[in-house]
C-alpha cells in the first residue's frame, strides 16, 4: 500500500536506461559515414580528411559513451542495484550528446544534409529534427539533471 510512486520510479529508471537515443546517436552517425564514404572532395574520400575524421570519432565516442550508461542502468536494474542517479545521468547525457552531434553532422553533412531521406546524409537530417525532442523524452532534460542532484549529490529537492 502507499507504494505507488516506487512502482512508477521502477519503471521510468528502465526507460531512462533503455533509452533509445544511443540507438538514435548510432543511426546518426551511421547516416554521417555513409555520406562520407560517397564524398569526394579534391579527389579524395573525405574519410581521408582529419576534420572529418574528427568529428566522426567524437560522435563515435559519445555513442559508445551513451550505449555503455544505458548498459549500466539495466545492468543496475537486473542486479537489484538501487541507483537513483544512473537512469537520469545516462539519459542526459545521450540526449544533450544527441543534439549537440545531430547539429554537428549537419553542418559537416551540408548542403547534402538539407534533403530528407533514409540513408546518408537524409538520416542526419532526419536526426537533427528528431534531436530536440528527445530532451522530453522520459522526462525533460532539466527533471533529469534535478534527479541527479538530489540522487548522486544529495542536493535538496529544485522543484515543487
Given at each position: ?56 570519432a567524437r560522435v563515435a565516442t559519445h555513442t559508445e ?65 528528431l534531436s530536440t525532442a528527445t530532451s522530453i523524452y522520459?522526462g525533460s532534460t532539466e527533471i533529469m539533471r534535478s ?14
Open positions: 500500500m502507499d507504494s505507488g510512486w516506487s512502482v512508477v520510479g521502477y519503471a521510468l529508471e528502465l526507460e531512462h536506461g533503455s533509452s533509445a537515443v544511443h540507438l538514435d546517436l548510432h543511426s546518426l552517425l551511421k547516416g554521417a559515414l555513409d555520406w562520407a564514404r560517397g564524398k569526394r572532395r579534391r579527389g579524395r574520400s573525405l574519410l581521408e580528411d582529419p576534420r572529418v575524421l574528427e568529428r566522426l559513451a551513451a550505449k555503455l550508461l544505458s548498459r549500466q542502468v539495466l545492468w543496475n536494474a537486473i542486479q537489484g542495484i538501487g541507483d537513483h542517479a544512473a537512469g537520469p545521468m545516462a539519459k542526459s547525457f545521450s540526449t544533450d550528446h544527441y543534439i549537440r552531434d545531430a547539429a554537428d553532422l549537419a553542418d559537416l553533412c551540408a548542403p547534402d544534409s538539407l534533403l530528407r531521406g533514409a540513408t546518408g546524409a537524409g538520416a542526419v537530417e532526419f536526426a537533427y529534427r522520459g534527479l541527479v542532484a538530489e540522487a548522486a549529490l544529495g542536493m535538496p529537492r529544485s522543484r515543487n
